[in-house]
């Protein structure tokens, strides 16, 4: 059964029962809220027994959400006695929300199957999922891990206008849905589980993951990217408490407000875009004196009457009381330095590639990603590298999914020659 959302006359009553209470902070806007929905009702499935697992949109309970202190959502918060036990923000695993319930749950022994799969692809984004497309439509007995819900980074997303054949636009979340029937539709299965370490090099390669071990003949890498963090210090700290990476996420929380939106790439500009329509001033603070993005953002930045400029500037610190209150810059070509009070620091510095699990076993380039080239193969035989997580140009849907159909080609000749 899905978690159901209750009101504040409920999440009163539930919280002074005796069983513990996981409540979901969320609002219909929030990207993020969606893409763990999934996880969530899962959880509230399988743990029915040992836990309340419910949602609060915060939307309908605005009062309730204030009273709970909530800054970024989703928030998830555990009640035991009447009392907030713990909090975890936007979790990036369903792993990472039974961690934080763990010591409600019983340990259960680690689970092993022996069965060897032609392919498993780890991640289910875009990438991930058409390689199962192709993968599943060939005969191979295919199987994906994802750790959260199908889409990754696309499902984040309202709206993709640059995926052809959908000329209105579609919801990222919803081309994610269709992906993984699409993929399930010819066979292919999905676990949903964390992969924490695999070996690579032997020809029948070992996934261990926190929903057991699992073999594959190949192994296709999809594991996507995620925001770059600033590296100023108390960063982590102040992550939900005024620093915050995604401006469709988390923006309306910051309606009236001024906010600081740090980079110069196509993201940082179209997060100051997104955040100039909600909050009262946007300042854009990026280390050079032009910006990287695009042409097309240029225009509509200069003519936003509550966006500010701080070129050649660098974060060097950010001030706070409890939460965010300021961010001091320094001008890297003066040397001199101001404090810019504000109320919240959307970080846009570009994204890092999730390529740990490869970590030491194939060749990485000097940011991080995996080497592959347009075959999408890696340093080791049967491993491909599809999507964001490998070296390539240009990182979209449009060519995560061209890298899905090439890793199953190559992999077909591989098994093949086996
Ligand atoms: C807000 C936003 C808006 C965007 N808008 C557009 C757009 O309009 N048009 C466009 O073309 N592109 C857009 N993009 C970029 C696009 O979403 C990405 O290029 C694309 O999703 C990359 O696909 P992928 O399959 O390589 O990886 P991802 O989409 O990142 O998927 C990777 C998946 O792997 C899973 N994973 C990672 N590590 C593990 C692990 N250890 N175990 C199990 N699972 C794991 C993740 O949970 C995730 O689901 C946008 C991105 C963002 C963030």
């Not at 069965?115 to 875009?126: L, T």
């Not at 299965?189 to 020809?203: C, Q, S």
Request: hydrophobic share 40%; proline share 3%; with cysteine.
């Amino acid at each position: 059964m899905a978690a159901v959302n209750i009101n504040q006359e409920q999440f009163n009553r539930l919280i002074a029962g005796e069983k513990p209470v996981l409540v979901d902070f969320w609002a219909p806007w929030c990207t993020y809220c969606r893409r763990i929905s999934d996880a969530y009702d899962r959880i509230a499935q399988e743990y029915a027994d040992r836990l309340e697992v419910v949602k609060v949109n915060i939307d309908d309970n605005e009062a309730l959400a204030i009273q709970e202190k909530i800054e970024i959502i989703p928030t998830l918060v555990i009640y035991r006695g009447g009392k907030a036990a713990a909090s975890i923000v936007a979790p990036e695993s369903k792993a990472m929300i039974e961690g934080f319930i763990g010591d409600l749950l019983p340990q259960e022994e680690e689970k092993e199957s022996r069965q060897v799969h032609d392919m498993v692809i780890v991640g289910g984004g875009p990438g991930g999922y058409t390689a199962a497309l192709y993968a599943a439509r060939s005969g191979l007995d295919t199987l994906v891990i994802e750790k959260l819900s199908a889409g990754g980074q696309m499902a984040q997303t309202h709206q993709i206008d640059n995926y052809p054949g959908f000329e209105e636009g579609i919801d990222g979340y919803e081309l994610a849905g269709r992906m993984q029937r699409q993929a399930h539709r010819f066979g292919a299965k999905t676990v949903y589980a964390e992969v924490d370490r695999i070996d690579l090099a032997p020809d029948v390669k070992r996934l261990e993951t926190s929903e057991g071990i699992f073999y594959g003949k190949t192994v296709v890498l999809a594991m996507g990217a995620s925001p770059r963090p600033l590296g100023v210090e108390k960063e982590q700290e102040l992550t939900g408490r005024g620093v915050a990476y995604c401006a469709a996420c988390d923006g309306m929380m910051y309606k009236g407000k001024t906010v600081v939106v740090v980079g110069g790439g196509n993201s940082a500009a179209a997060d100051a875009m997104i955040l100039s329509r909600i909050a009262k001033k946007v300042i854009l603070v990026h280390r050079r004196d032009t910006l990287r993005a695009t042409k097309v953002y240029h225009d509509p930045l200069k003519k936003a009457e509550n966006i500010e400029f701080r070129w050649n500037s660098v974060v060097k610190e950010i001030e706070h009381d409890d939460r965010v209150t300021g961010v001091r810059l320094k001008n890297v070509v003066s040397g001199e330095e101001e404090t810019v009070a504000c109320d919240g620091v959307f970080v846009s510095v570009g994204r890092k590639p999730a390529s740990q699990l490869a970590q030491g076993q194939l060749e990485l380039d000097e940011s991080g990603y995996i080497a592959a080239d347009e075959t999408t193969q890696t340093s080791l035989p049967g491993v491909y590298a599809v999507g964001d997580v490998r070296t390539k140009a240009l990182r979209q849907v449009v060519t995560a999914v061209a890298d899905g159909a090439m890793a199953v080609h190559m992999a077909e000749e591989y098994l093949a020659g086996k």
